[in-house]
C-alpha cells in the first residue's frame, strides 16, 4: 500500500469514528437542536459551525483542486467515485480527498487540507453564492451535478430520516412542507439552482445530470475527462464505470460509509417520487419549477418534462 493510499485509509478510518461519536451524541438531541442556521440557511448542527463557515470564506484554493457541487441527494457520492477512480487511473495512486463535505468538521480542517498534496477531491453542498471566493478567482474547474426536484425530495426524506444526525419526519407530508418552503438543509432547491443558472457561462463549470448519468455514464464520463484534462483510454474507463455502477458501491458502502451505508445508498433510481407524491403536491412542484427556472438554462438541463410528470 502506497504512503496516499494509507493516509487515506487513516482519514477514512478516523472520519468513521468521528461519526460514530456524532451519531451517539444525536442520540440526546431534538429535532430543533440537530439544525443550525448561517445566513439564513439550516444546516445540520452536529456537521457545521458558524466558526466553520467563517472559516470557509478563508479557503485557499488550488487551480488544479477537483471541487464537485451538488444540493444534496443529487448525485454526490457516485460523482465522489467517479472522480476517485478517474485519478486513480490517470495517476496509478490515490489522489488526496477531503472526507465529508467540505464545509462540514472544524475550522482547522483547512489548514490540514492545505498541507495536502494536489490533486484534492473536494465535494460539498453549499451554494454559489457561499462557495469560497478563491475556487473562482483561481478558475478552479467545478463539477455541478443537478437531478430533478422530485426525485431529490424524495430521496432527502428517506435519506434525513435513515441519517441520525438529521431531523427525522413522522411522515412524508411534513418534509415536503419544508423542502417546499426551503426549510430544510442546504435550503430551498429552487434558489440553490438559481444561483448556479447565473455562473452557467463560466467556463470553468460543467453542469450534468444524475439522469444523464444514469442514461449513458460512458457518455458523461467522457464529458468530465474532456473537462478536466483527464487522459484515459477506453479499458481504464470501462474499469471507472464498473467500480461506479450503484451496485458496486452499495457492496463496499459499509467500508466506505460505515454504519451510514444504507442511508447514502438507497435506491439511486429515476421516479421513484411517483410512490409518495400526491397529485396536489406534484402540482405545487410544478408550480414552482415554472416559477423559478422554467425558461432557463438549468431548468433545460433538468428535463422537467420528461422526469417530472405522472
Not at 34 to 51: D, F, H, Q, T
Not at 99 to 119: C, I, R, T, V, W
Not at 197 to 226: P, S
Not at 238 to 252: A, D, H, L, P
Request: aromatic share 12%.
Amino acid at each position: 500500500m502506497s504512503g496516499s493510499e494509507e493516509q487515506n485509509k487513516a482519514n477514512q478510518e478516523k472520519f468513521h469514528e468521528e461519526m460514530k461519536k456524532t451519531v451517539e451524541k444525536a442520540k440526546n438531541m431534538t429535532p430543533e437542536e440537530l439544525k443550525m442556521k448561517y445566513k439564513g440557511i439550516v444546516y445540520p448542527s452536529l456537521l457545521c459551525s458558524e466558526a466553520t463557515f467563517k472559516a470557509l470564506e478563508l479557503f485557499e484554493a488550488r487551480e488544479d483542486d477537483v471541487l464537485i457541487i451538488t444540493y444534496p441527494k443529487c448525485g454526490t457520492n457516485w460523482s465522489i467515485q467517479i472522480l476517485h477512480q478517474m485519478l486513480f487511473e490517470l495517476h496509478n495512486k490515490e489522489p488526496t480527498i477531503a472526507h465529508a463535505m467540505l464545509e462540514f468538521g472544524k475550522p482547522e480542517k483547512y489548514e490540514d487540507l492545505k498541507q495536502k498534496p494536489s490533486p484534492r477531491l473536494i465535494a460539498s453542498h453549499i451554494s454559489y453564492e457561499n462557495t469560497p471566493k478563491s475556487f473562482f478567482e483561481k478558475k478552479t474547474k467545478i463539477l455541478v451535478i443537478l437531478r430533478n426536484p422530485k426525485d431529490a425530495a424524495v430521496s432527502y426524506y428517506h435519506f434525513t430520516n435513515n441519517n441520525p444526525v438529521l431531523p427525522t419526519y413522522s411522515s412524508w407530508d411534513l418534509f415536503f412542507k419544508d423542502f417546499i418552503s426551503g426549510d430544510v438543509m442546504y435550503g430551498s432547491y429552487f434558489d440553490y439552482m438559481l444561483g448556479w443558472e447565473k455562473q452557467i457561462d463560466d467556463g470553468n463549470i460543467l453542469i450534468l445530470t444524475f439522469e444523464d448519468m444514469k442514461a449513458d455514464l460512458c457518455v458523461e464520463m467522457r464529458k468530465i475527462c474532456d473537462f478536466y484534462g483527464i487522459n484515459l483510454t477506453d479499458e481504464q474507463l470501462q474499469k471507472v464505470e464498473e467500480k461506479s455502477t450503484f451496485k458496486s458501491m452499495k457492496e463496499k458502502s459499509s467500508d466506505t460509509h460505515g454504519n451510514l451505508a444504507n442511508a447514502f445508498f438507497r435506491k439511486g433510481e429515476i421516479g421513484d417520487w411517483k410512490s409518495l407524491f400526491t397529485e396536489e403536491q406534484s402540482k405545487e412542484v410544478d408550480a414552482n419549477f415554472e416559477k423559478y427556472l422554467a425558461g432557463t438554462r438549468i431548468g433545460e438541463k433538468i428535463n422537467y418534462s420528461k422526469y417530472c410528470t405522472f
